[in-house]
């Protein structure tokens, strides 16, 4: 009786302990699948974020080499020659023309302090000096004047591209629509970066031009973006939304250094006239007081000599009051 009994025990333990062996390496093989899935689950999302951080590094990397592209250029132009002065103030006067009327200035100068009895010696050294210093100086003052207008509607030109583009216009249709409603000097300089394409240049040579016409920082990072959005892709959107953001804060904080810099820059002002102020005075009151400044050789070299200091004053007062970010 023990030999059948055994044997029947025997064979339920074979079968248990072959279930047992069976049966986890079944469900340690779904774990094992589950277990890959997720390590290539893993390793995918790893490569994405891989891939993702070296895209991020490349644009970076792009927008890097563009600004210091552009700096570099900015940099290398501090000093500007007579046609770009005159280019970059919007005027379509020939240089020849401006030299020609600034030699009929001095002339007319001369004259007038030769009226005005100026010492011989004096006369043409003050009508050259005139001559050659404020025709430039109005030219440079036409010049800050086209660069205020340029950035005071620069947001304005930047949020419509950036309008243009969402509706999903292409950037130079976006561009056009600029040209075409935006106010001066931003609507003929858009309009001049639609030309130089027109005559075959890229998109990222055309733009360009606005840095050579208006060289300011603002027109650096608009140039850049564009570069950047032309060599290495990206939404150009969300770009030029930060760069208007970025155009109206720069806006606001030169607004608010004009209004703390008001004061010093009247106290300036006051400083530089008061000495005319008080010569106007003491002639009328005093006719002959002022007379051996202007008569006697000494009094000529003490006038010279005063005109120099006040000169110096007045420039350290400009820079003093005038301030740069």
């Not at 733009?207 to 950047?228: A, G, K, M, S």
């Not at 904080?253 to 106007?280: D, H, N």
């Amino acid at each position: 009786m023990l030999g059948p009994l055994l044997i029947a025990l025997l064979a339920m333990l074979f079968v248990g302990a072959l279930g047992f062996a069976l049966v986890p390496s079944a469900m340690g093989s779904g774990r094992a699948d589950k277990r890959r899935k997720a390590f290539q689950g893993d390793v995918r999302v790893n490569r994405l974020e891989v891939d993702s951080t070296r895209l991020r590094d490349q644009r970076r990397k792009e927008v890097q080499r563009a600004l210091k592209a552009q700096s570099d250029a900015l940099n290398t132009k501090k000093r500007i020659t007579l046609p770009q002065l005159l280019f970059q103030a919007g005027m379509t006067i020939k240089p020849a023309a401006f030299i020609r009327n600034s030699i009929i200035f001095g002339v007319v100068l001369l004259a007038v302090l030769v009226v005005v009895q100026v010492p011989i010696y004096f006369a043409p050294i003050f009508a050259v000096a005139g001559a050659y210093l404020l025709p430039r100086m109005y030219v440079s003052r036409k010049r800050k004047q086209y660069q205020a207008r340029f950035l005071d509607e620069l947001p304005n030109a930047v949020e419509a591209i950036v309008r243009g583009v969402k509706t999903g216009l292409p950037l130079n249709d976006s561009i056009r629509v600029v040209a075409k409603d935006a106010k001066e000097p931003v609507k003929s300089e858009f309009g001049r970066v639609l030309d130089q394409q027109a005559f075959g240049m890229t998109m990222t040579e055309a733009v360009t031009v606005l840095l050579d016409r208006v060289p300011l920082p603002e027109v650096n990072f608009f140039v850049v973006v564009i570069t950047v959005q032309q060599q290495a892709g990206g939404n150009l959107s969300e770009a030029l939304s930060n760069l208007a953001k970025v155009l109206r804060n720069r806006k606001k904080m030169k607004q608010k250094i004009k209004a703390m810099s008001s004061e010093a820059k009247a106290s300036a002002g006051i400083i530089g006239s008061l000495p005319f102020i008080v010569a106007i005075l003491v002639s009328v009151f005093s006719p002959s007081y002022l007379a051996p400044l202007f008569f006697t050789p000494l009094g000529n070299l003490f006038l010279g000599g005063a005109g120099i200091m006040l000169a110096t004053g007045v420039f350290i007062m400009s820079k003093m009051v005038k301030f740069d970010f």
